[in-house]
């Protein structure tokens, strides 16, 4: 059974940085593409990063480009999310989530992805 298990996350002043984990209990950790989704109040929850099995393929939606980064480290079956210069809008509840199996487009949209994590509060404060 795939497990996804969140750290990190809190409550940070506007321009701070953060850094979320996720550690995924799974052999073919390094087979499955991540990706690290936010969900507002009562709002879609939407992707924020993606990175591919290798590494080698990243995507960030408009809002996070360079401020947000996605990374992976496949020996130690985690992926990350830092986060900087951290703005009241990027308050959400953040979710990371694994897809298996090959696609060729970048999965963009939640049913695309098998596996979730629990879900870790990010609050920016101005």
């Known amino acids: 059974q795939v497990q996804l298990v969140q750290s990190g996350g809190g409550l940070v002043q506007a321009g701070g940085s953060l850094r979320l984990s996720c550690a995924v209990s799974a052999f073919t950790f390094s087979s499955s593409a991540m990706g690290w989704f936010c969900q507002a109040l009562v709002k879609e929850r939407d992707l924020v990063a993606h990175i591919s099995g290798n590494g080698a393929r990243t995507y960030y939606a408009d809002s996070v480009k360079g401020r947000f980064t996605i990374s992976r480290d496949n020996a130690k079956n985690s992926v990350y999310l830092k986060q900087n210069s951290l703005r009241p809008e990027d308050t959400a509840v953040y979710y990371c989530?694994?897809?298996?199996?090959?696609?060729?487009?970048?999965?963009?949209?939640?049913?695309?992805?098998?596996?979730w994590g629990q879900g870790t509060q990010v609050t920016v404060s101005s």
């Open positions: 989530a694994a897809r298996f199996g090959f696609t060729s487009t970048i999965p963009t949209t939640p049913i695309r992805y098998n596996y």
